[in-house]
T-cell receptor, first 110, second 115 residues
Framework: GQNIDQPTEMTATEGAIVQINCTYQ??????LFWYQQHAGEAPTFLSYNVLDGLEEKGRFSSFLSRSKGYSYLLLKELQMKDSASYLCARGDNYGQNFVFGPGTRLSVLP | DGGITQSPKYLFRKEGQNVTLSCEQN?????MYWYRQDPGQGLRLIYYSQIVNDFQKGDIAEGYSVSREKKESFPLTVTSAQKNPTAFYLCASSRGAGKSYNEQFFGPGTRLTVL
């Protein structure tokens, strides 16, 4: 995914907290996006960070450090329905202006 | 309701035939994209268009063609030159390059199977 790295798979327990990390190339950066994709379905938008810090949306939060080229998605109070792939994507100021990482497959176990 | 539509949801084709996948959006977005996804894999960019009458190749454009004659529409043709066309195809749109809050919105996808 053009220098966007995420762990391939993660496993967590229902009710727990999980953090999914993403590192990316910083040149031409214009925003960091997280998407959720259930098997066989289209990705759905979760969050957007363009400034450093934490953005919170209910059980999901996303963090960005522009200087480090680093983001994470934090999922709290995990539910079985959170089992999905989570895609990190970088916005660019040029070219195709959007690059997806390979995705992290999260399995939530009872 | 604003959104992106793709049709058909499932498509079967015989080997050697060309097939066109439809993608329409009424979000007034400038940019549109086509991705391919194979089982258990990430999204791979086929073609993208930042403006009407202009489009660019993505990472895996060989065997595919597109057109962008209208802002709302970005059809993808899978040609017989595509060696392994069976996949899940996703269309997306966004406000366009350099704009803020530039998230991509996805259509429901078309699952193409070559028999």
């Amino acid at each position: 995914g053009q220098n966007i790295d995420q762990p391939t798979e993660m496993t967590a327990t229902e009710g727990a907290i999980v953090q999914i990390n993403c590192t990316y190339q910083t040149s031409g950066f214009n925003g960091l996006f997280w998407y959720q994709q259930h098997a066989g379905e289209a990705p759905t938008f979760l969050s957007y960070n363009v400034l450093d810090g934490l953005e919170e949306k209910g059980r999901f939060s996303s963090f960005l450090s522009r200087s480090k080229g680093y983001s994470y998605l934090l999922l709290k109070e995990l539910q079985m329905k959170d089992s999905a792939s989570y895609l990190c994507a970088r916005g660019d100021n040029y070219g195709q202006n959007f690059v997806f990482g390979p995705g992290t497959r999260l399995s939530v176990l009872p | 309701d604003g959104g992106i539509t793709q049709s058909p949801k499932y498509l079967f084709r015989k080997e050697g035939q060309n097939v066109t996948l439809s993608c329409e959006q009424n979000l007034n977005h400038d940019a549109m994209y086509w991705y391919r996804q194979d089982p258990g894999q990430g999204l791979r960019l086929i073609y993208y268009s930042q403006i009407v009458n202009d489009f660019q190749k993505g990472d895996i454009a060989e065997g595919y063609s597109v057109s962008r004659e209208k802002k709302e529409s970005f059809p993808l043709t899978v040609t017989s030159a595509q060696k392994n066309p069976t996949a899940f195809y996703l269309c997306a749109s966004s406000r366009g390059a350099g704009k803020s809050y530039n998230e991509q919105f996805f259509g429901p996808g078309t699952r193409l199977t070559v028999l």
